[in-house]
């Protein structure tokens, strides 16, 4: 076989194994979105993913409901991983009835039944500011983005 060459099919494998060994990046690369500040995420999910010898599959733009099905149903995917995730989603109802793992970076209004991950800021910058206290620092400086303008 290695003289040959020879590489099984992933398509064949998919089938026999019902498992495709494929990760969905669900990115929503729209003008609001700092692409600086998604890419450490998108670098170490598909780290991760290569780690566990699975392959990444990377959807962006505005992914809606719509797509969540697409690659879940047809089993393109064996998981899902949605960024930019905004308390009332609308992708939510199809991410709870969906036979897929579905891992959230974002936090909903109503986390029931699901998985979710973010960064709370505020908690964040409390911790900060309450190390640098007790170690006898009298003075810093808190940079951060600037506030959204509308």
């Given at each position: ?45 598909t780290l991760a993913a290569r780690e ?45 009835s969906s036979s897929a793992p579905i891992a959230l ?46």
């Amino acid at each position: 076989m290695t003289e040959l060459g020879y590489h099984p099919n992933a398509n064949a494998r998919a089938l026999a194994s019902n498992r495709a060994n494929v990760i969905g990046l669900m990115v929503g690369l729209t003008d609001d979105v700092q692409i600086a500040a998604t890419i450490p995420y998108i670098d170490e999910i598909t780290l991760a993913a290569r780690e566990h010898k699975y392959d990444l599959v990377l959807t962006t733009g505005e992914p809606g409901p719509d797509d969540i099905e697409r690659l879940t149903r047809r089993s393109i995917v064996d998981a899902l991983v949605m960024m930019d995730v905004i308390p009332d989603d609308p992708r939510l109802s199809v991410v709870r009835s969906s036979s897929a793992p579905i891992a959230l970076i974002g936090t909903p209004n109503d986390l029931e039944g699901l998985y979710c991950f973010d960064l709370d800021a505020r908690w964040s910058a409390r911790m900060a500011m309450e190390a640098l206290l007790a170690d006898g620092c009298k003075r810093f400086i808190l940079a951060g983005e600037p506030a959204a303008t509308e």
